[in-house]
C-alpha cells in the first residue's frame, strides 16, 4: 500500500520556469490537498479538491494551479516560478467526512533561484 | 476562515520528564482535532487526535485534551524519551465546507537525555 506518492523530491528552478509537482493516491480517498512548509510558518493549505472535477482555493493559493480529473490524482503547477515559491510542498488526502485524519505524501522540496 | 495557534515555539525538556503543547483555535464549527508529530526530513504523521464530542484522549504515553468552551486543545506527553524529539503539529478541520485542515505553526521539542 504506497498511500500518498508525491513526485519529484527535489527540484530547482530558474525564476520565470514552470513545473507540475505530481501527486497520486492509492487509498481510495475524496479529499485531497495541496500544503507549503515555510520555516517557523506550519502547512498552509495551497489548494484542495473534494472530489474528482471539483477544486477549491485555501490560504495562500496565488501562483499555483491544479487540476483534479480523477479520484486519484492531483497535481500542483507552478507557472512563473518566483524565489517566494521557495519552499516544501506537501500533498495529503484524507476519508470522506469530516472526522478523518489527512495522510501526507515525503515532500517536494523546490528551491526557486 | 480557522486561524490555530500554537504554543509554545520550542520546548526542551529532560528525558523522563513531561511536555505540554498548548493550540487555541477560532472557529467554533470546528470538529476534529489532529496531532503530527514530524522528523527532521520527514512528512507530517499522526500520533493522536480528538473529535468535538469528546474531552479527552489517551494513547500510551500520548494524550490530547480538549475544551470546546474555550477553544483550545492540548498535547501531553509523559515521560519523554529521546526519540519524542521532532516537531509537532495541532491542526483543526474546519473551514467553509468542513473539509480543510488549519495548522498550528508546530512545535520544536528536545528531549534532553
Known amino acids: 500500500n504506497a498511500g500518498v506518492t508525491q513526485t519529484p523530491k527535489f527540484r530547482i528552478l530558474k525564476i520565470g520556469q514552470s513545473m507540475t509537482l505530481q501527486c497520486t493516491q492509492d487509498?481510495?480517498?475524496?479529499?485531497m490537498y495541496w500544503y507549503r512548509q515555510d520555516p517557523g510558518m506550519g502547512l498552509k493549505l495551497i489548494y484542495y479538491?473534494?472530489?474528482?472535477?471539483?477544486?477549491d482555493k485555501g490560504e495562500v493559493p496565488n501562483g499555483y494551479n491544479v487540476s483534479r480529473s480523477t479520484t486519484e490524482d492531483f497535481p500542483l503547477r507552478l507557472e512563473l516560478a518566483a524565489p517566494s515559491q521557495t519552499s516544501v510542498y506537501f500533498c495529503?488526502?484524507?476519508?470522506?467526512?469530516?472526522?478523518?485524519?489527512?495522510?501526507f505524501g515525503q515532500g517536494t522540496r523546490l528551491t526557486v533561484v | 476562515g480557522e486561524n490555530v495557534e500554537q504554543h509554545p515555539s520550542t520546548l526542551s525538556v529532560q528525558e523522563g520528564d513531561s511536555a505540554v503543547i498548548k493550540c487555541t483555535y477560532s472557529?467554533?464549527?470546528?470538529?476534529?482535532f489532529p496531532w503530527y508529530k514530524q522528523e527532521l526530513g520527514k512528512r507530517p504523521q499522526l500520533i493522536i487526535d480528538?473529535?468535538?464530542?469528546?474531552g479527552e484522549k489517551k494513547d500510551q504515553r500520548i494524550a490530547v485534551t480538549l475544551n470546546k468552551t474555550a477553544k483550545h486543545f492540548s498535547l501531553h506527553i509523559t515521560e519523554t524519551q529521546p526519540e519524542d524529539s521532532a516537531v509537532y503539529f495541532c491542526?483543526?478541520?474546519?473551514?467553509?465546507?468542513?473539509?480543510?485542515?488549519?495548522f498550528g505553526t508546530g512545535t520544536s521539542l528536545t528531549v534532553i537525555p
Open positions: 495529503a488526502s484524507s476519508r470522506l467526512g469530516t472526522n478523518f485524519e489527512a495522510f
Open positions: 487509498m481510495n480517498h475524496n479529499y
Open positions: 479538491s473534494v472530489g474528482a472535477g471539483i477544486t
Open positions: 472557529d467554533s464549527a470546528s470538529n476534529y
Open positions: 480528538i473529535r468535538s464530542n469528546v
Open positions: 491542526a483543526a478541520r474546519g473551514g467553509n465546507t468542513g473539509n480543510q485542515f488549519y
